[in-house]
């Protein structure tokens, strides 16, 4: 990505990003459970929502090199979902908590940003989430 946006005469960092992730980190730096369930399972898969529609934008101005690299990046974002998912899930069987009910109770509690669609549900099924997930979801 560094070395495309070299490419168009840009650098890392030149555009406006958010800090969201890192404050989520130091949030829920105290519980594995919940960083699992809100920094890959929300803020990362927010990620894998936003592909498409970004990749998209890319290919109407014919830039191939922008779409193959999040591709790339799409495949990254299913792996750190996916590592999160699983060890959320793992931790909630630890701790004999319902996933999902947990989920949300986290999202509240930790004034997670709102889940709103579209949802790239066949990135967050690679990723780990739930039937049962999905469909919540897709109820949003």
């Given at each position: 990505m560094r070395d495309h946006l070299q490419s168009l005469g840009h650098a890392y960092g030149d555009?406006?990003?958010?800090?969201?992730?890192?404050?989520?980190?130091?949030k829920t730096a105290h519980d594995p459970l919940v960083r699992m369930a809100l920094v890959p399972r929300v803020l990362e898969a927010r990620g894998l929502?936003?592909?498409?529609?970004?990749?998209?934008k890319f290919e109407?101005?014919?830039?191939?090199r922008a779409v193959e690299i999040l591709g790339v990046i799409e495949?990254?974002?299913?792996?750190?979902?996916?590592?999160g998912s699983r060890w959320y899930l793992y931790l909630c069987?630890?701790?004999?908590?319902?996933?999902?009910?947990?989920?949300?109770?986290?999202?509240?509690?930790?004034?997670?940003?709102?889940?709103k669609p579209p949802f790239n549900l066949a990135g967050r099924k690679a990723g780990g989430f739930s039937e049962e997930e999905l469909r919540w979801l897709n109820s949003l």
């Amino acid at each position: 990505m560094r070395d495309h946006l070299q490419s168009l005469g840009h650098a890392y960092g030149d555009f406006p990003a958010h800090n969201g992730l890192w404050e989520m980190a130091v949030k829920t730096a105290h519980d594995p459970l919940v960083r699992m369930a809100l920094v890959p399972r929300v803020l990362e898969a927010r990620g894998l929502d936003a592909q498409p529609a970004i990749a998209g934008k890319f290919e109407s101005v014919q830039d191939a090199r922008a779409v193959e690299i999040l591709g790339v990046i799409e495949r990254d974002e299913i792996g750190h979902v996916a590592i999160g998912s699983r060890w959320y899930l793992y931790l909630c069987h630890q701790r004999g908590l319902e996933p999902l009910a947990t989920f949300r109770n986290l999202l509240k509690q930790y004034d997670a940003p709102p889940l709103k669609p579209p949802f790239n549900l066949a990135g967050r099924k690679a990723g780990g989430f739930s039937e049962e997930e999905l469909r919540w979801l897709n109820s949003l």
